[in-house]
């Protein structure tokens, strides 16, 4: 007992030193290594990306209620830093993985708005070519994995992911995406368990938005915590706020740097937040949190307020700047809506291709099960 008491004691400790939430604890995390070695350049990237997601959710909006768009639509507005600041640390052998709020991840790994845009409209130049929509986006070119609308169902593929990186001897790591709602399912428990047995590179990245559909954690969870419970399995664990880009780089890129270096997993809860429902389609979303609880997020957390204040401030950008990268990204949404209204729909004869039975059918791997590990 004497021990795991304090084994948490530590933990607690160093999430205190990571968490600028914390009562009397304000770092300045622009000054940490990992961000200080960021060229001008990289730094109005982020800016540009952080923009890009904002401004591509709020077109899709304007489509989904012109009755564009099919099916859900899960917008990511309010937790944009958090896709935007881990994708960034991303090297070649890095991949990721996540679940139906996808869009923000998508576009901070560098697929096109057209791409995705379609892929929501239901056409053929979509990244799914029009099977997915918005929860089923993928670019196994670019090493993201999706895209998954079964709550929590990501994560032991995300631990399958960094299971064939060790396999292959790579030097990578699986960036695993989940929900504070997902984090109660049983998969997620056994992959935990899984992934530390096994010593295998995947951090899972909790994107603790506070609610899962109208339930809020504390209604949901018996421990606020949730990164914490990575103790049971002998894991590694952090808890930081998602709003400032350069906090979540800090905290992700230590994680990131163990599962490589190390093989071994990482919890990290990342405290943000979502200024819509939990679907566009959610239309109770003021019934089970306040108006003001919104505002007061948006007036001092804000992530593309806070990137933007901080770049200026640095004068890394000026305002003039700012306007003309937020003018470009509200065109390249406006022609990515364009162009997917303009893109034709599948050929009725492809219907049933590109399903998940023909990735290995009639293969000399599939009868060995082994098609993914190049054998
Ligand atoms: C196994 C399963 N159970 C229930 C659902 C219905 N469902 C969809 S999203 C969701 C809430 C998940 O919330 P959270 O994990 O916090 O993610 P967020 O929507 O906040 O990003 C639920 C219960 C589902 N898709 N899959
Ligand atoms: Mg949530």
Not at 45 to 67: H, K, P
Not at 85 to 113: F, Q
Not at 322 to 341: L, P
Request: one cysteine or more.
């Amino acid at each position: 007992m004497a021990t795991t008491k304090k084994k948490i004691a530590v933990s607690a400790k160093k999430q205190a030193q990571s968490n600028t939430s914390m009562p009397g604890k304000s770092k300045n995390f622009a000054t940490a290594p990992i961000n200080e070695s960021l060229s001008n350049k990289e730094k109005i990237d982020l800016y540009r990306t952080i923009v890009g997601i904002r401004r591509f959710e709020e077109r899709s909006l304007r489509a989904y209620n012109q009755g564009k768009i099919g099916g859900f639509l899960h917008l990511y507005i309010g937790q944009e830093s958090v896709a935007a600041g881990i994708v960034s640390l991303m090297g070649k052998d890095d991949h990721i993985i996540t679940a139906y709020r996808d869009h923000g991840h998508a576009l901070a790994v560098g697929m096109s708005m057209n791409e995705c845009m379609a892929e929501m409209y239901g056409k053929h130049t979509g990244c799914s070519k029009g099977k997915g929509g918005s929860m089923h986006f993928f670019a196994p070119d670019k090493n993201y994995w999706g895209g998954h609308g079964i709550v929590a169902g990501q994560t032991p593929l995300g631990a399958g992911l960094a299971f064939a990186l060790k396999y292959k001897g790579l030097k990578g790591c699986a960036l695993t995406f989940l929900g504070d709602g997902a984090v109660n399912q049983g998969s997620f428990m056994e992959t935990l368990n899984l992934a530390s047995l096994w010593d295998i590179p995947v951090v899972f990245v909790i994107e603790n938005n506070g609610y899962s559909m109208g339930t809020s954690l504390k209604r949901s969870s018996a421990a606020e915590n949730l990164a914490h419970r990575a103790e049971g399995f002998d894991m590694e664990w952090e808890v930081c706020d998602g709003h400032d880009v350069y906090e979540v780089r800090e905290v992700a890129n230590r994680a990131m740097t163990r599962a490589r270096e190390k093989h071994k997993p990482f919890l990290l809860e990342i405290r943000t937040y979502r200024y819509r429902g939990h679907s566009v389609a959610d239309a109770n979303h003021e019934k089970y949190r306040t108006k003001e609880e919104i505002e007061e997020y948006k007036r001092t957390k804000d992530p593309v307020n806070v990137i933007k204040r901080q770049l200026l401030d640095d004068g890394t950008l000026t305002e003039d700047e700012a306007k003309r990268i937020d003018q470009e990204k509200k065109d390249e949404a406006e022609a990515s809506a364009k162009f997917a209204e303009d893109s034709p729909v599948a050929p009725r004869g492809e219907i049933q291709t590109d399903v998940y039975w023909e990735v290995d059918n009639d293969t000399e791997g599939n009868l060995k099960g082994r098609y993914f590990f190049n054998d």
